[in-house]
C-alpha cells in the first residue's frame, strides 16, 4: 500500500483533547508495535485510546491502517472515512481510502450529480471546519471594517469603496459561514455508515422473512434513512433502497 504516513509525534498533540499519561502511552506503544508489523497489537492500543474518549484525526487514520494490513476492509474503510469527517483536505487518507475501496467487491454506479453541487464540496473540503470558521470571521472584520469607511468617510469615493467592499465582504461571510456550518453538520450527524459482513441481504421490509432485495459486501458505503427496532433502511449510492439488521453496518 503505497504512501502510508504513521503519526508518531505525542499524543499532546495528535490528540483534540488533553491527553492522559496512559493514553500517551498507549499511543507510543500502538505506534511502535504498527512499525515493527504486529498490527494486532496496534489496533488493540487505539482502539483502547478511542474507548477512553479520545479520538484525532491522526488516531482514526493510524487505525485505518493497521486494520488495512490485516485485510479487514471494512474497518479500515470505516476508519478513514471517520478521519476525512475530522480532515477533509487530507489528501493522504482519500489516496488510501481509494485504495481500500478498490479491494471491495460491490461496483456500484453512482447517480449523475448536478456539477454545481458537486463544485461547491469540492471547495468545502478543500479545507477543514475550523478554517473555515476562521475565514469567516476574517470577512466579519473586513465588513465592519468597510462599514465603517462608508459610514465615516467624508469623500464620496471612498464612501462608495466603503460600500462595495462592505458587500463583497458580506457575501464571502455568507459563504465561508455556510461551508463551515455545511463542514460541522457533516462531522456531528451520523448518516452514513459502512457494511461489516462479507455478505448481508438488504430486505424489502425489517422482517427476517421480508424478500431479499439484493446483497451487499464488506466495505460498501450506505446512507441511513430511518429506523425500526433492530432495523434500518438503507440506500446505496446507485439509489436502491432497503432494510438490513443494525448489527451488519457500522456509523461512520
Known amino acids: 500500500m503505497k ?64 486494520y488495512f494490513k490485516t485485510g479487514a476492509i471494512g474497518k479500515s474503510i470505516l476508519y478513514y472515512n471517520k478521519a476525512l469527517r475530522i480532515a477533509p483536505s487530507q489528501e493522504d487518507i482519500r489516496h488510501n481510502l481509494a485504495i481500500a475501496e478498490a479491494q471491495t467487491k460491490d461496483r456500484i454506479a453512482v447517480i ?25 470571521l476574517a470577512a466579519f ?11 465615516l468617510a467624508s469623500r464620496l469615493r471612498w464612501r462608495k469603496a466603503g460600500f462595495y467592499g462592505a458587500l463583497c465582504a458580506l457575501l464571502l461571510f455568507v459563504a465561508m459561514t455556510s461551508f463551515a456550518v455545511s463542514s460541522r453538520n457533516d462531522m456531528l450527524l451520523h448518516e452514513e455508515a459502512i457494511v461489516m459482513g462479507s455478505a448481508i441481504s438488504v430486505k424489502s421490509s425489517p422482517d427476517r422473512s421480508a424478500t ?26 446507485d439509489g436502491k433502497k432497503g ?7 457500522e456509523e461512520i
Not at 454545481?116 to 471547495?123: A, F, G, K
Not at 473586513?142 to 462599514?147: D, G, K, N, S
Not at 432494510?243 to 453496518?249: D, E, F, G, Q, R
Open 141 to 151: 472584520g473586513l465588513l465592519l471594517a468597510f462599514a465603517l469607511l462608508f459610514l
Open 3 to 66: 504512501r502510508i504516513i504513521i503519526y508518531t509525534i505525542s499524543l499532546f498533540v495528535a490528540l483534540s483533547v488533553s491527553a492522559s499519561p496512559t493514553s500517551t502511552e498507549r499511543w507510543e506503544m500502538g505506534n511502535k508495535a504498527y512499525i515493527e508489523g504486529n498490527y494486532d497489537k496496534a489496533i488493540e492500543e487505539y482502539q483502547a485510546i478511542l474507548e477512553g474518549g479520545e479520538y484525532s484525526m491522526k488516531l482514526y487514520y493510524n487505525l485505518a491502517n493497521a
Open 112 to 136: 449523475p450529480e448536478f456539477f454545481l453541487n458537486r463544485w461547491l464540496r469540492t471547495v468545502r473540503n478543500s479545507m477543514s471546519c475550523t478554517a473555515w470558521s476562521v475565514m469567516s
Open 243 to 249: 432494510w438490513t439488521l443494525k448489527s451488519n453496518i
Open 212 to 237: 431479499d432485495l439484493f446483497v451487499l459486501h464488506e466495505g460498501t458505503k450506505v446512507k441511513l434513512l430511518s429506523e425500526v427496532d433492530e432495523w434500518c433502511e438503507v440506500v446505496i449510492a
